[in-house]
């Protein structure tokens, strides 16, 4: 049974981001900026616990691949990132510590070329979370990205189609009301998603918060992004002093 109480609340902020949509028409780049921090305000910093900064920037992987400037980074608790300067400033993210990574763009259909160059870039990095303990889904290999657009294609099958052949984790319409998902588990099998109206907004939370929730702890090799560790001099001297 549909919860109409939820889903009231859902439709609500489906309205709100589309106002914030029509009413940054015709400004592109202040826009942008706009339509991302309003994603930002009203989903993902008031949804997802506060254990799980949300920040924009650049992500590396310990072979020093870069994904380039990403629009929304949620990062793991307890994990690693360097901010230029405090505050809301682009980050540099450590792979390991990237739980997700959220594209916006005003037009989904017109700019789908630019979500797949920034899976591409994603696609190349790579990660080991070392040892962990799950509940559910184990942390995948790459980084996962989902796409949301204000305006875009109408249709499931449509959006199914795109998210499979770019490779994302899933890609939200909020104008449409349309959000279609896929993951592969361990066993090559492949997981589908869908959802519509305003429970296509829920959909895509549904995908954050597991990501979030399965992973009980992690213990990723940062110490692997330096080469240089001197272990048996450092080992020696402790030794020595002892």
């Known amino acids: 049974m549909t919860n109409a109480i939820v889903e009231g609340r859902l439709s609500a902020i489906q309205n709100l981001l589309m106002e914030v949509h029509r009413g940054g028409r015709g400004s592109s780049s202040s ?4 339509e991302r921090e309003s994603f930002i305000d009203l989903v993902l910093s ?14 590396t992987d310990v072979h020093g691949e870069r994904s380039g ?8 608790g307890g994990s690693l990132s360097f ?3 405090s505050g809301v400033a682009p980050r540099l993210y450590l792979a390991e510590s990237v739980c997700a990574v959220v594209e916006v763009k005003s037009d989904l259909m017109g700019q789908w070329s630019e979500v797949q160059q920034t899976a591409e870039a994603l696609h190349k990095l790579q990660r080991d979370a070392g040892a962990t303990a799950t509940v559910g889904r184990s942390p995948t290999r790459h980084v996962p990205l989902f796409a949301v657009g204000y305006q875009g294609w109408k249709g499931e099958d449509t959006v199914a189609a795109k998210v499979a052949e770019a490779g994302l984790d899933g890609a939200l319409v909020i104008g449409s009301g349309v959000f279609c998902a896929r993951s592969v588990d361990g066993h090559g099998t492949t997981r ?4 519509t109206g305003p429970w296509a907004l829920y959909g895509l939370l549904l995908e954050i918060e597991s990501l979030i929730s399965s992973l009980l702890h992690a213990k990723p090799m940062f110490a692997a992004y330096y080469g240089g560790w001197k272990r048996s001099e450092i080992f020696d001297s402790a030794v020595q002093q002892g």
């Not at 990403?70 to 793991?76: K, M, N």
């Not at 589908?192 to 959802?195: F, L």
């Open 192 to 195: 589908t998603t869908r959802a």
């Open 46 to 59: 008031n949804v997802i616990p506060p254990s799980f900064r949300v920040g924009t920037g650049d992500i």
């Open 83 to 85: 901010p230029l300067f």
């Open 69 to 76: 400037q990403l629009d929304i980074v949620i990062e793991y």
């Open 31 to 34: 826009s942008k900026g706009r």
